[in-house]
């Protein structure tokens, strides 16, 4: 299973931007998506978690109400809208992959990971 992350870039705070991530697996549909960050120094952080359905999101706190998880399972492709972006949301943005449901916001609980994708958030 191959994951692409891809849409980061240089924002101004307060803006919007839209990363996806593109998985290379016939069986896309049977597998869980989440979305980390990772800041030098620190340890990746848990942002945004959906099921195979896509019937049930999740988001860590610094994030809710502000970013939104998707997936188009006929594309292969989970997405994360970013809203009113702050500085501190800068970081190294991860996809990754697990097939269980639960136990969603650690790293060392999904089996695949992307190459990450930059976001900068300019203040």
Same mark, same amino acid.
């Given at each position: 299973?191959q994951?692409?992350?891809?849409?980061?870039?240089?924002?101004q705070?307060g803006d919007?931007?839209?990363?996806?991530c593109e998985?290379s697996?016939?069986?896309?549909?049977?597998y869980?998506?989440g979305w980390?960050?990772?800041?030098?120094g620190?340890e990746?952080e848990?942002v945004?978690?959906?099921t195979?359905t #896509?019937n049930?999101?999740?988001?860590?706190?610094s994030?809710?109400? @502000?970013?939104t998880?998707?997936? *188009?399972?006929?594309k292969?492709t989970v997405?994360l809208?970013m809203?009113?972006l702050?500085p *501190?949301?800068?970081?190294?943005y991860?996809?990754?992959?697990?097939?269980?449901f639960?136990q969603?916001? @650690?790293?060392?609980q999904y089996?695949?990971?992307?190459? #990450?994708?930059l976001?900068?958030?300019?203040s």
């Open positions: 299973v994951l692409q992350a891809s849409g980061g870039g240089l924002v705070a919007s931007l839209r990363l996806s998985v697996e016939v069986t896309f549909s049977s869980n998506i980390f960050r990772q800041t030098q620190k990746r848990f945004a978690h959906i195979r #896509g049930s999101q999740f988001y860590g706190d994030v809710k109400g @502000r970013f998880i998707s997936r *188009e399972n006929a292969n997405y809208q809203n009113n702050h *501190e949301d800068t970081g190294v991860y996809c990754a992959a697990k097939r269980t639960l969603y916001q @650690r790293p060392d089996d695949y990971w992307g190459q #990450g994708t976001v900068t958030v300019s």
